[in-house]
């Protein structure tokens, strides 16, 4: 099988040791992170594994996509 061609954009950044260590500090995103790891797809999803609250959630998503240590689908 054929690899698939560079991005353009270069590869995406990776966040430093001490900023994902930082991330994973609060328990909710710790929690939102593992039902990531686990299979969520949806903010449905992370609510049903990880039983918080939508605003819980989306707001743990949020800094989690702004340190782009999670990605947007």
Do not use: F, N
């Given at each position: 099988?054929?690899?698939?061609?560079?991005?353009?954009?270069?590869?995406?950044?990776?966040?430093?040791?001490?900023?994902?260590?930082?991330?994973?500090?609060?328990?909710?995103?710790?929690?939102?992170?593992?039902?990531?790891?686990l299979?969520?797809?949806?903010?449905?999803?992370?609510?049903?594994?990880?039983?918080?609250?939508?605003?819980?959630?989306?707001?743990?998503?949020?800094?989690?996509?702004?340190?782009?240590?999670?990605?947007?689908?």
């Open positions: 099988m054929d690899d698939p061609p560079p991005d353009p954009a270069g590869p995406a950044p990776v966040p430093d040791a001490a900023a994902i260590a930082g991330l994973l500090a609060d328990d909710v995103r710790r929690r939102v992170v593992a039902a990531l790891v299979g969520a797809a949806t903010v449905g999803d992370v609510r049903q594994l990880t039983g918080l609250g939508s605003r819980e959630v989306g707001e743990a998503l949020a800094r989690l996509v702004a340190a782009e240590l999670v990605a947007r689908a």
